[in-house]
């Protein structure tokens, strides 16, 4: 069979031809791969340059490389974090003309970990902790949407900085199923494996040493359980209240807000006797900061940076002599937001050097700065101001994090 290659954009193919796809993974010359940190698969996945693109190439049969792929390009269809499906290349053959494994090919997520190159440097309970809170928000919305895992855990995951938390990834949807909606066996099948995987991946960096003296294993891995189960109650759970007492239903919508969530309708039943007032929210859409981030200013970011950065332009809105909320004839948002980007956002970046950036984006490079202004600042007992945080920052801050920083891809 000749080789095919269905691909997502009709530029990938031209691109991936370039390839030796003539070769096993595993013998792949180095002048095609790129050297960053994998996690641990049942494949053999490299990661590779096509083109001015990244991508991971993992190598698996025809059946669950094509399913795997429909299964992602769903995913990103759904908004759902994961990695971004590019193609999946069939009809392999060496010289020898014997088959070769099909193989699924991905975007490189920039930025992003895999959990045990975390963990090279002991990692902090605290930081094990966010881990585990981007994890249950990972498994809430895949299930919010009715995607099954089948394999949730912390090698099947990819974590990206996101203003002082993690933002976490599907990597691995191969034993994924999508329905209309989960059953509660389901939703508990796959809680139970998380609970069980994390558990195990814990135990083994605990026999390595790699593992914090203070962390139970077992204790972390029912971790998930419980902030599973917090946040999917918060964001399922019916709530009664007095009748006429609306602004309890507001206050709901708001806190689900909070959490980066939107309703996206909601169904408000009044009782029998009129004396209270049934709420049922239908939360399917996640990334509420990251959609008014993006309408306001143009500026794609995580949930978390996003929260952030919208904190930082309502403050720097405030000091405008044009901004007068309600005023017909006061600037609109979008145009002041636009004006905070160019005038406050852009120009605080690129005052930090490319060269000590590492891996950090545009918004968690911006949130670190405000972040160190906010240090400052209480130590001083008065506001410094961005430009002095921003001098501070690269004098004292980056040189010493640079060795902490990830991998950046050569160029």
């Not at 968690?364 to 410094?384: G, K, P, V």
Request: net charge negative; aromatic share 6%; with cysteine.
């Amino acid at each position: 069979m000749a080789l095919q290659i269905s691909a997502t954009n009709p530029e990938h193919p031209a691109l991936l031809l370039e390839l030796p796809w003539h070769l096993p993974l595993e013998e792949w010359p180095e002048e095609v791969l790129v050297p960053l940190p994998r996690g641990i698969s049942r494949h053999v996945v490299r990661y590779a340059r096509a083109g001015d693109e990244v991508i991971a190439v993992k190598e698996l049969a025809q059946r669950p490389a094509l399913r795997e792929y429909e299964l992602l390009r769903d995913l990103d269809r759904l908004g759902i974090p994961a990695v971004d499906p590019l193609a999946v290349v069939t009809g392999r053959a060496d010289d020898a003309g014997d088959a070769l494994e099909s193989v699924l090919v991905t975007r490189h997520l920039g930025g992003s970990m895999p959990y045990r190159s975390m963990f090279e440097t002991t990692m902090r309970p605290a930081t094990m902790h966010r881990l585990m809170d981007a994890l249950a928000v990972l498994l809430v919305r895949l299930h919010l949407a009715g995607f099954a895992w089948g394999d949730c855990s912390l090698s099947n995951t990819l974590f990206r900085r996101d203003a002082g938390a993690y933002a976490a990834y599907l990597v691995d949807a191969e034993t994924g199923d999508l329905h209309p909606q989960l059953s509660t066996g389901q939703r508990e099948y796959d809680l139970d494996l998380a609970r069980v995987n994390i558990s195990g991946e814990l135990l083994d960096l605990e026999a390595s040493g790699a593992l914090h003296p203070s962390v139970d294993a077992i204790e972390f891995g029912m971790e998930i359980c419980g902030r599973y189960g917090e946040l999917w109650e918060e964001l399922t759970r019916v709530s009664v209240y007095p009748a006429g007492k609306y602004q309890y239903i507001e206050r709901r919508i708001r806190r689900l807000n909070e959490l980066g969530f939107d309703v996206a309708e909601m169904q408000i039943e009044h009782s029998a006797n009129g004396d209270t007032v049934t709420f049922v929210p239908k939360v399917v859409d996640a990334g509420h900061h990251q959609r008014q981030l993006l309408r306001l200013t143009g500026l794609d970011a995580e949930e978390n940076q996003a929260r952030r950065l919208l904190n930082d332009l309502e403050s720097w809105m405030a000091t405008q002599d044009d901004y007068a909320p309600g005023d017909p004839l006061a600037a609109r948002p979008e145009v002041l937001a636009h004006r905070w980007v160019r005038d406050v956002f852009r120009p605080t970046v690129r005052a930090v050097p490319l060269e000590l950036r590492g891996s950090m984006d545009p918004a968690e490079i911006y949130h670190e700065l405000l972040e160190h202004r906010w240090y400052l600042s209480e130590h001083a007992q008065h506001d410094i101001g961005l430009d002095t945080a921003v001098e501070d920052y690269i004098e004292k801050i980056l040189p010493k994090a640079r060795e902490t920083l990830e991998p950046t891809v050569p160029e």
